[in-house]
Structure formats: structure tokens, C-alpha cells
């Protein structure tokens, strides 16, 4: 248990990333596609919804106790501040009122975000973009882990802070691996971000805040849904760079669980992703996928094959057609 993970260096290979070929194909072999890149008109509803829940849960959480406000923001608070970030994830997509309103779903990120407690929206969204044009790209997709991570996180002990820290890894990686300007939307993420923080402890003291806070910490971390940060990419089977979950966590998760055919098409909300593989099945049936995102995390810990280094990288060309 306390040994060094085998991989000492990523996955090199010298292809373009498989999901840009298999879209054409698909397209010219099911045109029905096209229809399911469409706006998820319970995109906002839901949404909405669970901001005004977590709302509630931090009115709640100023009568807690501290040992008590961790447990909730835990077991409840985490799970809906996972699942905001990934309806954030499918919004950044034009998903929630569609590519002919895009400022409308930059500023919906932005609500979705007050949850979170930081701002991410903005920021993500600007990441986001090369992550699905330079897939496993060296220097562009900031979703790779730095040669730090592999090289320091290579046993199951640091393999198991290494998800702790999930949270800081993300946030913090891009600034090392490839900065970019500060963008309006940002500083306006931010704005907007801290006056809500400091309404909320203006009205009920410093509990909400920290309630808001742990949410994201504790969710984005060792947390049964963030075994979808392992799934979606890292190479469990040698050849296969992403991965799909067709588990019951897709319910609360926007399906972000169907990544293969979210990468395959950017553009259909999480909603429409299941019938993606309906349509199209000998697409996916053959391709390995993961069971259990527990087991996910399990496995990723305790297999000295798996580690931050256990995934696909590719040297690539700054493309200039967007998706």
C-alpha cells in the first residue's frame, strides 16, 4: 500500500484527439443528432431551484453547531455545490438558453455560482473551451495534472490528499500551466460573487459563509461524486483517453457522467446525452466504461498503475476554429 505508483512519465501519443473525427462521422451517419443541440429548457428551473436551497441551508446553518454544520456541508451541501458546478459545466455550453444568447448563460453561470461560495464561473468557462479543443493538449488542457502533481502524488497516502485537494489543484493549475488575461467577466464574477458573501454575512454571521465554503471544499474533494474527475479521463484501459458512467449519479450530476458522448458533442445539453448513445449505439456499447464512481476512487488510490501521470497528453497546434 505505501508503494510508488508505476508511472513515472504521461501517456504520450502523436494523434489528433479521436472526438472531432467521430462527430463527423456520426453527423453524416445520424443527422437526428442536430436536433438534440438544443437549449434543456429545465436548465434555469433547476437551477434556480437549488440555489435558493443551499440559501436556505445557510439561513439553517447559523443555528448549528460546528461539528454539525461540517456533517451537513458534507453529506448535503456538497452534493448540491458538486452539482452546481457541473450544471456551470453544461451552461458554459450555451446549454441553458442556447449559442444565440450567449451573454444570458455567462450571466446564469454567475448565479449558479453564488452557492459555491468563490468565484468560478467566469474563469472555468475561459478553461474550458481548450480542454475540449486541445484534448490532453501539453500546455492548453488545464485538466491535465502538472508533472509536480505526478511526480510528488505517487502513493496511495498522497494519492488520497492529492483528491482532498482536488479543489485547490483546479483552481490553482491554470495560473501555472497556462495563464491568461483577467477577462471582464471575471472581475464581474468576482464582484458579484463577493457582495452576495458579504450580504450573507452581513445578515446571519460567519456560519452561512463557512457552510458555503466546506459545501465546495468538502464536495469538490473525497466526495462520492468526484470520482468524475477520475472517470471521465484517466486511463484505466491502455488506448482509451475518456470514459463514460451510466450509474444513478448521472441524476444529480446533469449526466455529466455520459463524457464520452458529451465530448463527442460539446453542444447537446446533459439531458439530451442519453439519447446520443440511443441513437447511435454501436458508438459506445463496445467501449469500456466505468460502474461505480466509489470504485473509481478506490481503484485510482490503491492501483500503482493509476496516479496524476495515468493520463493521455499530445503535443498540439494552437487551433483557431472554435467549437
Keep these: 500500500m505505501g508503494n510508488r505508483a508505476g508511472r513515472t512519465d504521461f501517456e504520450w501519443v502523436y494523434t489528433d484527439q479521436p472526438h472531432t473525427q467521430r462527430r463527423k462521422e456520426m453527423l453524416a451517419k445520424y443527422p437526428a443528432l442536430k436536433a438534440l443541440m438544443r437549449p434543456d429548457p429545465h436548465l434555469k428551473w433547476t437551477v434556480t431551484g437549488m440555489v435558493l436551497v443551499q440559501l436556505l441551508a445557510c439561513w439553517l446553518a447559523r443555528e448549528l453547531s460546528w461539528r454539525w454544520l461540517l456533517f451537513w456541508a458534507y453529506a448535503f451541501g456538497g452534493c448540491v455545490n458538486h452539482s452546481l458546478t457541473l450544471a456551470i459545466h453544461d451552461i458554459s455550453h450555451n446549454t441553458a438558453f442556447g449559442t444565440s444568447c450567449a451573454m444570458r448563460n455567462r ?19 475561459k478553461y474550458h473551451v481548450d480542454h475540449h479543443r486541445y484534448l490532453g493538449g501539453d500546455g492548453l488542457d488545464v485538466d491535465i495534472p502538472s508533472r509536480f502533481e505526478g511526480w510528488l502524488f505517487c502513493t496511495p497516502a498522497r494519492k488520497v490528499l492529492w483528491l482532498v485537494l482536488q479543489p485547490l489543484f483546479y483552481s490553482l493549475r491554470p495560473l501555472c500551466v497556462n495563464p491568461k488575461a483577467m477577462t471582464r467577466m471575471e472581475v464581474l464574477n468576482a464582484l458579484v460573487q463577493l457582495a452576495v458573501d458579504a450580504t450573507i454575512y452581513a445578515l446571519w454571521g460567519i456560519k452561512p459563509v463557512a457552510y458555503l465554503l466546506a459545501s465546495s471544499f468538502l464536495g469538490l474533494g473525497l466526495h462520492p461524486i468526484s470520482g468524475h474527475f477520475v472517470a471521465e479521463h484517466y486511463m484505466f484501459m491502455k488506448g482509451h483517453e475518456t470514459y463514460s458512467y451510466y450509474g444513478p449519479l448521472n441524476w444529480i450530476t446533469f449526466n455529466v457522467g455520459y463524457h464520452m458522448e458529451h465530448h463527442d458533442f460539446p453542444s447537446i445539453p446533459g439531458c439530451n446525452l442519453p439519447l446520443v448513445r440511443k441513437i447511435a449505439p454501436e458508438y459506445y456499447d463496445h467501449l469500456p466504461q466505468h460502474h461505480s464512481w466509489v470504485k473509481v476512487l478506490w481503484d485510482f488510490v490503491f492501483e500503482d498503475s493509476m496516479g496524476p501521470y495515468a493520463r493521455v497528453k499530445r503535443v498540439c497546434k494552437l487551433a483557431e476554429d472554435r467549437l
Excluded at 468565484?119 to 472555468?124: G, L, R, W
Aim: charged share 5%.
Design 107 to 125: 450571466w446564469f453561470a454567475i448565479f449558479a455560482n453564488l452557492p459555491v461560495g468563490v468565484p468560478y464561473a467566469s474563469s472555468f468557462k
